[in-house]
């Protein structure tokens, strides 16, 4: 296997969340009834005309600065010829070979080493209607997706594994999620991936047959049906026989690519400019406005948390792997000292306590109750030494379930970590005297002990004694 490699390449289409559709002013909405929200325009009626929303051509100009791509100033929408019963019109608006934006690229880091992934054009499209085909045979269609605006993103074929294309579609969803123009959750079909894949022998130049894969519904379903195909293409070329031209469809439940059609032909889709519109032309003013909402984008961000916290590649990259999850971070951290310690602190607990009870309750960061002051409040206790990390798991339980802020569960509850030297020297004389084998032990050599006895001092104070005091005590009264 390993002397061959993939050439793989993606075409990405993202469902961009504008208010409303993109040439009318219904509003873009999921999950309303079936066909409530539409109009003439997105109906296909005869003589309904477009006009296009400025809002997804700035969402266009955003997505290219962000992917480090050229903007065209004048773009053209075109008339894509085809009939399918989501399509009233008989064709979609798209722009064809008149991008909006073409020639950006994508840097990103796979197991250790650095890939770019060149980007060939970026298209705003409409969306078609949703077609659901159900069991007795039906095939039922909601409009209310039609004429969704849509961001075509294509690649080069620059990744050379299914791993490599795994990454860069969550590095890109990272960014679009970033840059606010969709949520890019792919259960809705907001996000989806078409890919063509071909193998070669290890430093051959010339290119494979490629196969078109389609039906790839998750990341992993890209990196699973992408490694088959990949597997299935080398053991045809070991075997001496050749890849057929072909679109093949992923097949999750069996984990096999089934053949879909053979390609006979490129289509004909006719394309002509769509004499409705005008072409698009975009001023400086328009590029710079978008620019300014343009923000610290996620491998910057990772860069300046490791830089300015002192924290470690995949700590920080957990952190900044949602927007809203990064600035909670850092508004805890600006409530707490301008410590290593602290900023360690807040983003372990982030990454752990923070992230396990957005998973278990589905709640989003911004509504969370334990506010960023209020978890550095807590965190504030810890750092000073005046509760422990049990208690304030203890605390931190508390505070999601009520309105109640550290101090005050502390303070009513009594969970102050006991530090007073001789309310503590007191326990520990009394787990000496109660446990004469381990302290015979651990004079004999075995310091290994220490541990126990030590939480048995804990379990003594309720979890409420300092462990570094109780530490010292030991081994002052153990003579070392
Ligand atoms: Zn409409």
Redesign the pocket.
Known sequence: MSEYEAVIGLEIHVQLKTKT?LF?S?PNEYGAPPNTL??P??LGLPGALPVLNREALGFGVLAALALNAEIHKDSVFYRKNYFYPDLPKGYQITQYTRSIATDGYLEFEVDGYRRKVRIERMNVEEEAAKSTHTEDGFVLLDFNRS?IPLLEIVTFPDMRSPREARVFLERLKEILRYIGISNCDMEKGELRVDSNISVRPKGQEKLGVKVELKNLNSFKSVEDGLSFEMKRQIELLKAGKRVVQETRLWDEFEKVTRTMRVKEEAHDYRYFPEPDLLPVRIDDDFIISWKKRLPELPAEKKERFMRQYSLNDDLASRLVHERDVADYYEEVVRNLPREEKAFKLAANWVVTEIMRVLNETGQKIKNLRITPPKLAELLSFIHSGKISQTIAKEVFEKMFGSDRTASEIIKEEGLETVQEADVLEKIVDQVIEENEELVEKYRKGKKGVLGALIGQAMKLTKGKGDPKVIRDLFLKKLGD
Do not use: F, L, Q
Request: charged content about 10%; glycine content about 12%; overall charge positive.
């Open positions: 559709k009318c219904c539409v109009c325009v997105c004429g």
